[in-house]
């Protein structure tokens, strides 16, 4: 098989990189974007996407972003840095690539933390005209995660980020904790401010705690699906919950829920293909 790296440039000069599958000339493609500190090689579900896609005459390309990995000395990025806004340029400069070789159905897809970009992005984007379906692998709540994770320590992040940003010090990652992002990764403190302020653009995305409406989810117009596991998943909510709050939300919303999967799918990559290539199947993207 034929994996060829590709290469985008994001508007403020990020260079980003992604795997595609084995091209087939088909004008359809599965793009998706990593969750936190991820990239387009390590997600446990990857390797099922490419080999049963293609044969449905479907091409597939995971995709790095400015959230990849923790720390990224060479461009200065990192999850521990991104601000969350500029996710949308990523995925416009991932959209224009797959537009630029005459791909005319992009199914734009996130796992985690990039449900909460896909979201955001078929909202703010610049191409989200041409999106023809979204996919949300492990839909989650990071604002409402980091939340339940203060409740457990001692240290007040928050005057700890405000402090080092008021003092031109936001490039500093917070001491506070360890792994101040929700107990897993370190964050700096800008980016700190910027995801977990009040009102922030990501606590928009994917509010499951407040348990009332999800006003970015109501505006996408394609066909949405859902998938979660029944454990180690971060929606706040009850889960069941979480799913009918997103059905009622959009119409277009088929949710499911893969019982025994964690939030990686691991030992259940072969469930949640199948889900997918129904809902591609329902939807029309391949016969």
């Not at 923790?70 to 224009?96: H, N, P, R, Y």
């Not at 909510?237 to 997103?246: F, T, V, Y």
Request: negative net charge; charged residues 20%.
């Amino acid at each position: 098989m034929y994996y060829p790296i590709v290469e985008v440039k994001t508007k403020d000069k990020l260079a980003l990189y992604g795997l595609l599958s084995e091209p087939t000339g088909s004008k359809t493609i599965y793009l998706n974007i990593h969750g936190t500190g991820s990239s387009f090689f390590c997600e446990a579900f990857q390797q099922i996407f490419y080999d049963e896609l293609p044969k449905l005459g479907i091409d597939v390309l995971f995709t790095n972003n400015r959230g990849s990995y923790t720390l990224d000395s060479w461009q200065d990025t990192g999850a521990a840095l991104e601000i969350f806004e500029d996710s949308v340029l990523d995925i416009d400069a991932w959209i224009k690539w797959a537009m630029g070789h005459n791909y005319t159905k992009i199914i734009l897809s996130g796992h985690s933390h990039g449900t909460e970009k896909v979201v955001y992005y078929m909202n703010h984007g610049q191409y989200k005209d041409k999106v023809s379906a979204v996919v949300l692998m492990g839909f989650c709540d990071s604002v409402g995660t980091q939340k339940n994770f203060e409740k457990t320590i001692s240290v007040d992040l928050m005057s700890e980020a405000r402090e080092k940003v008021s003092a031109n010090r936001g490039y500093e990652l917070l001491t506070g904790h360890r792994r101040a992002q929700a107990g897993e990764l370190p964050i700096g403190a800008k980016t700190y401010l910027n995801y977990f302020s009040e009102n922030s653009e990501l606590s928009k995305t994917t509010s499951f705690r407040s348990n009332t409406k999800l006003p970015m989810i109501g505006t996408i117009k394609v066909p949405i699906l859902a998938t979660i596991g029944d454990h180690e998943e971060y929606t706040i909510i009850p889960i069941k919950d979480a799913i009918s709050l997103l059905e009622k939300e959009n119409s277009l919303v088929e949710a499911h829920q893969i019982i025994g999967s964690g939030h990686c799918y691991e030992g259940y990559q072969h469930v949640l293909i199948e889900i997918v290539k129904k809902f591609l199947y329902r939807n029309k993207f391949f016969i």
